[in-house]
């Protein structure tokens, strides 16, 4: 059973991990004054897929154009014993430099973050999910700011995730209590209206929890059909995209701002760098994914209209619900992002 006590000590186990890790940083900075060294962890297992693969780019390029000055470590999964949805936190608390997560993880913090990884919205095209998230990235920093002294050093839309299942969907309005791993709060409300059941876990426990049929399915990229080899404990894919929300970067501003001149403007640049690649490598990912699916047998259905329809009537709900929650400012930029992909929304 999970007690208080035994939630006042994972707190506490937190707690210690982000001080050694800042106590490890000062004195890893007194060692070697004349290399500035950054802590970057990210929330993917390890290198091969665009979204680590831009991390890996971007510190090898700082390293090299600074002549070794500043060096960029960076860390998968938990290797830094801090989970993703925390890493604000580690950057405000000067843990780490930098972090990767996604805005689906920070969604209940950071308006802009809600905005991004709001359910069936820019799901139509990539291009769609480019210009969605454009406008966002100023509101985002603003609030990343206010709350934790970081921002935004680079974003990528995600391809859109949609459910990956070993259990065969017959309704998308009606998931007949399938149990679906989602990595965002508000597409799991989606989840919840569709009568089905939001599984909140980390996509390392993904393949364990598919293949021992702990969960039915994940709302995933397709991509990690291959990255994550669930192709191997799932049989059906549907392409319905529950929402794009975005690879995101963050950066400490105490950390960022403490770099001479050259160095800061160095890192700046390489950030808009791996960004565009980024994005070019994403909006070929789905694709991708597509033709890696077919090529292991896995049978792949694609939504009617009439069931799109079926959940834009779902959804309405939970997008009036959290309009009528968020600040008059986030408001406009919901209405707003929405305008960019074409749709007029009344509350």
Not at 162 to 180: C, F, R, S, V, W
Not at 212 to 239: C, F, P, R, W
Not at 250 to 264: C, G, Q
Not at 275 to 299: D, P, Y
């Amino acid at each position: 059973m999970y007690t208080r006590r035994n939630k006042k000590f994972v707190l506490l186990v937190k707690m210690f991990v982000i001080t050694a890790l800042i106590f490890v940083g000062a004195t890893s900075a007194f060692a070697a004054s004349d290399t500035i060294v950054w802590r970057f962890p990210s929330l993917e297992s390890g290198p091969g897929y665009w979204a680590s693969d831009v991390i890996v780019q971007f510190s090898e390029a700082v390293e090299s154009r600074t002549n070794g000055r500043m060096k960029v470590n960076f860390y998968w999964g938990g290797e830094l014993g801090i989970s993703p949805r925390d890493f604000p936190i580690a950057l405000k608390q000067g843990a780490i430099q930098a972090g990767h997560g996604s805005s689906a993880y920070y969604a209940k913090e950071i308006e802009g973050c809600a905005v991004s990884a709001m359910p069936l919205v820019a799901v139509g095209s990539y291009d769609e999910a480019i210009q969605l998230h454009q406008g966002l990235k100023e509101f985002m920093n603003k609030q990343l700011e206010e709350k934790y002294n970081a921002k935004v050093l680079w974003m990528i839309p995600w391809e859109f995730v949609q459910p990956l299942t070993n259990k065969k969907i017959e309704k998308y309005a009606d998931l007949n209590g399938m149990k679906l791993r989602v990595s965002g709060l508000l597409t799991g409300e989606l989840i919840k209206a569709s009568n089905g059941v939001p599984v909140s876990m980390s996509l390392s426990e993904v393949y364990t929890s598919l293949s021992k049929k702990v969960i039915d399915g994940a709302v995933s990229s397709i991509q990690n059909l291959k990255t994550g080899s669930l192709h191997e404990v799932t049989n059906y894919v549907y392409n319905f995209y529950y929402h794009s929300a975005a690879s995101i970067y963050l950066v400490s501003l105490d950390a960022l701002n403490a770099l001479p001149d050259d160095i800061r403007q160095i890192v700046l640049e390489e950030a808009e760098r791996v960004e565009s690649e980024g994005m070019k490598a994403a909006s070929t990912g789905m694709q991708e994914g597509l033709e890696f699916a077919k090529s292991k047998q896995l049978e792949i259905f694609n939504p009617t209209e009439e069931q799109r329809e079926e959940m834009r009537v779902i959804v309405k709900p939970i997008w009036d619900k959290w309009y009528q929650e968020a600040s008059s400012e986030a408001q406009k930029q919901f209405i707003d992002a929405l305008a960019r992909t074409g749709v007029t929304y009344t509350p």
